[in-house]
């Protein structure tokens, strides 16, 4: 320590910058290279098509998308164009994946959770229940070991993963039935995928599967007793405060989604090390974006609910309590099965318990103490 | 709403896209660009000096600087070349602003609090007591009219600013003397620099400047009773742990200090479409990587320093609701003086309660309910 203090007041290096495997085939090197290019950089095209799982020009998400497509065409003066197709447009939505491995095009935006059945490790890239909030997922993906573990998952399917944005800690969902204690979950039929639609289900609920399309519809019709969709801003859009009677928080089933671009390893590799940069850059770009976007719009959209009338409400503690331990269950049940996932979960679970204990003196006594609305 | 739901679910553009001024300039017509250049980039080169407020090679802070000059390096396939100097290397650190104004250097990087003997509203843009935590500065200056204000004011300078990184709320600092209430700061003789100091004198402590080589020894001989820093990681760094008797929290002084870049604007406006996109890029790629190597490394720090057995305390909340009393009249006594302060600290406050709003019912949530150590 003292030593290190002392270099460090001396202004001396502290040793090697500590950066992720993304990272590092794209640094370093830039002095060089650019002497032995002396400034001139190669003429070849590339047209490039990007799958993505959201619905054509989805408000914030999609537009990222586009906002990544557009400042890489920018940055490389045109020589990266690429297309975006919204989900359904060129293939499916949940078919992404395999298009871009296929090759069938070059680069693909969605979470990592649309492939759980492919990869059961994936999903602890894009969100886990009772998991990390935005901050801590991209501090564990940058800076905790965590990207490293994904690019050995997706270079096995023959993609390179890069963040590409979060949507922050989303909403608990729109209810049509009061939840006032676990109880009130029983046979409860909702609209919840993935992990947090298998925990609801352990708590005694009817997870029920529902395109984005047909949920307006189920809800109102009572179909279904509730939705979780994304926060305030995209759930006004998609006018759920017009049919459901509560609006309840928090999201326990989505702490701060990672959103991903995946690009095709063997167009990747054979990009020179200029146009790769400039992927890895647009991407870390459009990742503060997108949260920042998504923070602003929510914070605007929930103050026009609340002046609606709103009837916004918090899950009891009980509630929380018990899904936190169903929500072990299932885990342990993924983990048990597949070794790559039960890796992953140890590294995640380990900087998350690191990063837990620094947000109690800080993050949490922020929102707590330090903030006032 | 429902046009918009029909809308949303037909997959119809939902307008345009909400974008900070920044972009504007470098998006949209990348298409059209392209195809009159045919991909064919200039070859002109140019060679950038970057002067910076942080010592030679600062962990994190510094080492990001470093990440910019290499990415935007690589990207422009070496047409931009920035070497980055340490403060006090080519000029002392609270030099770099008029150094970049002048021309005698290209680009800076700093927090924009340390320039406001030049102009009082560019604190605001770095860090308020009591005001926004990193996600909420994030999406204040990217999409809540934050970087539109913050261009105005460095237009003025010719001086174009760009978010840069974040170190996430800090803690409240070192102390040989318990703070069990008000009282305990009469006299105290801490090292707190900006509007914390005049707040803390205020309430009836005695800041006191002292440069970054000087707090260990000041701290130890006792010319100072406390100190603050930055985090658990940087603050090891120091030996803090090795002569202080108490680490207290939270960091209420400094709850999300945005960094930056400012470019000198003849030199900015000069450059072709794709070295300005680059430059941008580049900024929010090392934006979020910054804040989250700050998270990652400090909640390490952390656990070490408990560890080691350092005493953590968290300051009473009577003390925390009197200095956000004096916090009030610090802030009014700027933004009475000088207009333009008043107008960003509008913008600010009016961002900060609706996103307060929405942090109570998310974020905080989160912390208090969700996460578990």
């Not at 916004?312 to 070794?339: G, W, Y």
Request: proline share 4%; charged share 20%.
């Amino acid at each position: 320590m003292k030593l290190n203090r002392k270099s460090f007041l001396k202004g001396l290096a502290l040793g090697t910058i500590s950066l992720p495997l993304a990272m590092r085939g794209i640094m370093g090197t830039g002095h060089a290279q650019s002497s032995s290019d002396e400034g001139v950089v190669s003429s070849k095209k590339y047209n490039w098509k990007m799958v993505t799982t959201w619905p054509p020009n989805f408000p914030i998400l999609g537009e990222a998308c586009q906002m990544f497509a557009d400042q890489v065409n920018k940055m490389s003066g045109g020589r990266i164009d690429i297309r975006v197709y919204g989900g359904g447009e060129l293939v499916p939505p949940l078919e992404a994946f395999d298009t871009v491995r296929s090759g069938a095009a070059e680069i693909g935006s969605g979470a990592s959770y649309y492939w759980a059945g492919k990869a059961p490790a994936a999903q602890f890239f894009a969100s886990v229940p009772f998991g990390m909030n935005a901050q801590q997922v991209n501090a564990w993906i940058y800076g905790g070991g965590g990207i490293e573990l994904w690019e050995e998952l997706y270079r096995d399917f023959g993609l390179v993963p890069m963040l590409g944005g979060n949507t922050g800690i989303q909403m608990g969902g729109w209810f049509n039935r009061e939840i006032n204690s676990v109880d009130d979950l029983k046979g409860l039929k909702m609209r919840i995928p993935g992990l947090g639609g298998k925990v609801l289900e352990k708590a005694g609920g009817a997870p029920v599967l529902l395109a984005g399309g047909e949920i307006y519809t189920g809800l109102e019709r009572g179909v279904i007793d509730a939705t979780e969709w994304l926060g305030p801003f995209h759930d006004s859009l998609m006018g759920f405060q017009d049919i459901a009677k509560y609006y309840y928080t928090p999201g326990w089933h989505e702490t701060g989604t990672a959103l991903e671009f995946f690009i095709n390893k063997d167009q990747y590799d054979r990009l020179p090390a200029d146009l790769k940069a400039i992927l890895q850059n647009a991407a870390g770009h459009v990742n503060i974006w997108c949260l920042s976007m998504m923070e602003a719009k929510n914070a605007i959209a929930l103050a026009e609910l609340k002046e609606k009338g709103t009837d916004i409400r918090s899950f009891p503690i009980e509630l929380i309590e018990q899904l936190r331990i169903h929500t072990r269950e299932v885990i342990q049940e993924i983990t048990d099965q597949d070794p790559f996932a039960k890796r992953v979960y140890e590294s995640y679970e380990a900087f998350r318990k690191k990063a837990s204990d620094y947000a109690d003196i800080t993050e949490r006594m922020f929102y707590e103490n330090i903030q006032l609305s």
